[in-house]
C-alpha cells in the first residue's frame, strides 16, 4: 500500500513556463517532506524540504506547498529551464517520532521534459 | 570533498553468485540506507543502520545481507535468493538517527547475466 503517492509518472512544459510536480501522502503521522531531482543513472539530490509545521517554502525558482488537510504537496518550478529536464521524488516521513518511522518513504517520481 | 561513494558504478553477476556492493561515507553521518530502483517504481528500502554495529530491514531485506562494522561503510550483498536482483542500487546517509536531507551516492547498476 503506498503511502506516498506521485499519480503523474510524466509531464511535459514548455521553457520559461511552470511546472507543477504533485504528491499525496496517505500516513497522517508524516511531518517532514522532501523533494529530489534525479538524472538517469545518478543519484537523487536534494532539492527542496518542508515541514509539516508550514504550508510554504520556497528556493529559488522552486517552491514547495504543503496541504495538511489534504495530504497534498506539490513543488512549483517557475521558471522551467531545459536543464530542470529529469525525474522528481517526493518524499516523506514521520521524523519525530524517531526510529523506523523516520525513514523516508519515497514516492514513483514524475518525469519532468522541459521543451525548448 | 566529503560524499558517499558507491563502487563499482556497473555490476555484472552471474545467476547463483552472490555480489557485494560497496557504500563509503566521509561525512559523519550516523545513519545509512540502501534502496533499490526499478523502472516506473520509486526507491525502495532495503536495509538500514541509524548505528555501527546496529541495522534494521526495510520493506524489501529479502535475499540481502549488511553489514555496518565502521560508521563509514555500509556494504551491501546481494545473494542468490534474491530472485530478480536486476536493478538499479542507491546508497544513502543522513546526518541525524532518523531522516533528514539524506545524501545519495552515485548508484550501483547490477545486471545478472
Known sequence: DQQVKQNSPSLSVQEGRISILNCDYTNSMFDYFLWYKKYPAEGPTFLISISSIKDKNEDGRFTVFLNKSAKHLSLHIVPSQPGDSAVYFCAASARNYGGSQGNLIFGKGTKLSVKP | ?113
Not at chain 2, 542500487?89 to 536531507?101: D, K, Q, V, W
Open chain 2, 1 to 113: 570533498d566529503g560524499g558517499i561513494t558507491q563502487s563499482p558504478k556497473y555490476l555484472f553477476r552471474k545467476e547463483g553468485q552472490n555480489v557485494t556492493l560497496s557504500c563509503e561515507q566521509n561525512l559523519n553521518h550516523d545513519a545509512m540506507y540502501w534502496y533499490r530502483q526499478d523502472p516506473g517504481q520509486g526507491l525502495r528500502l532495503i536495509y538500514y543502520s541509524q548505528i555501527v554495529n546496529d541495522f534494521q530491514k526495510g520493506d524489501i531485506a529479502e535475499g540481502y545481507s549488511v553489514s555496518r562494522e565502521k560508521k563509514e561503510s555500509f556494504p551491501l550483498t546481494v545473494t542468490s535468493a534474491q530472485k530478480n536482483p536486476t536493478a538499479f542500487y542507491l546508497c544513502a546517509s543522513t546526518p541525524y538517527g532518523a531522516a533528514s536531507e539524506a545524501f545519495f551516492g552515485q548508484g550501483t547498476r547490477l545486471t545478472v547475466v
